[in-house]
């Protein structure tokens, strides 16, 4: 309620970029990419067996050819799963043809698409999930009319289909073709490892690889099984990766041209937006952790492209997310958590306390613009900046920092997370040492508040190499990411806590998306640090 008040006081009042949205939205869409299509054929029918040992407790062994369900009568099956061999992005396509009598009446059939093998076999009704029930994949289709082409016009994300006929059928019929017409905007790769490589980080980037190339649509798409949409934190992440992958920087500043031209009349980025019909934003959705990363997204683009003119041209929206934070900072130099109604996402982890984070991710954007700043030669603009980071830098430590267990407390009931020590080494105000010594104390206490996403991970393994722990942070990323290639990830997980394979956000887990972009990372930490990762 709030934030909705919030918003409308917001759309009363002038908006300040009035004069740039048209021209930033062209832009955005003059750096739209190209789809690249294919056609995909399923490898195997499959059979489901059920195994504690498997992930989520499900596994598919092969059963026959696909030739086996072409030349049946489907009617004598009644149901069958395929295995398309790999996670695709598009849209699924069959064709039914008469076997024996004519066709005297429709066929109904229900198709369930998966991207793991165990949401084709969780129950999805009666529903319990947080999410909308219409995200899961599955459709009836009745076919009045044999011998055509059907194309579900629903895009779908998914390795495994289910096929089941819904009631009776006089007739006799085959399914005797099937496809997906695959998309990716994502080309060839452009970077490759060295050859001392081992084999478990191959593997990783390769999936990590996987992972980027599906959600790289018309924009970086957070998950493409569900949400469909571009979010700041996933496009901050997935242009790391791609930096070191497909080097398709024109996505990053399309996505960077998308968040300013739909920003609030009063200039703050909202946290995600969609495309069709038209690009449009999701109304009140502001993440002020994500505004703030938009500022290190258009820096790293700069980094990545040197396009001063873009970085110029996008210059006044990074300061106003810096000032839309600062509005909550006291003179103490404290972010006053209490007057904040804004959403404040760090990973999802029921409990984890945001006070010591959101300080640490203000910091982290003050230094970041500064850093754009310089580089663009407008230092003068944002001059209050480093004694402001000092001011906040001294504030956060007297509050947080238990200098004598040298660990990060955050909140009122003193919370030790690793993420209150990650933000905190990430924004400088914890030294190398410091940083080192805060996280190893803090991953060896006792209820300690782990990430429970590969978003959270990220930064946890970005801290370990900032202060120069690097045998700590190649062990944890290998553990953590290696875990999934383990356990058969084609594509990476919303969601992975290696202690409880059903973890969910959602309630729900066959509601998590299995290929989801926050997870690509490693491909950036494993080419951006070569000497700890590929030797």
Known sequence: MLAAMLFATQLCAADIFADKRAAWMRKAEEAKPQLIFRTMKPVALVRAVADSLAYQGWRYEPEAE?????????????????????????????????RGRCQDAPVRLKFTFGEVPAELNTPFDPWKGTLNRAWMQDEVVTVTRVDQPIIIPRRLAFRYVKIELMGRCNFGFAIDSLWCRAQTSAGKVEETLLPTCPDIVRRINAVGVETLRECMQTVYEDGPKRDHRLWIGDMYLEALANRHSFRCHQMTKRCLYLFAGLSTPDGVTISNCFEEPEPHAQDVSICLPYSLLW???????????????TAQDLWPVAVRQVEAALKYVGDDGLFDRGRCNLWLFFDWRNGLDDYALIQG??????????????????????????????KMTKAIRGRCYNAK?????????RQVSVLAQTWLIKSGILSKKEGARALRTALATDGCVMPGTPYGTHYLIDAMLLCDMKQEAHDYLIDYWGGMVRKGADTYWEAYDPKDDCISPYRFHPLNSSCHAWGCTPVYFIHQYPDVFQK
Not at 70 to 93: E, I
Not at 368 to 385: H, K, N
């Open 405 to 413: 267990r040298g660990v990060v407390e955050s909140g009122k009931n």
């Open 361 to 390: 991710a203000t910091v982290f954007a003050l230094r970041q613009t500064y850093e754009l700043a310089q580089m663009l030669g407008r230092e003068s603009e944002v001059a209050t900046y480093p004694s402001l980071i000092r």
């Open 295 to 309: 500022n290190s997204s258009l820096l790293e683009y700069l980094k990545d492209t040197d396009d001063r003119e």
């Open 66 to 98: 696909p030739a086996e369900l072409y030349k049946a009568t489907f009617n004598q099956r009644q149901t069958v799963t395929l295995d398309f061999g790999q996670h695709m992005v598009g849209y699924f396509g069959f064709h039914i043809s008469e």
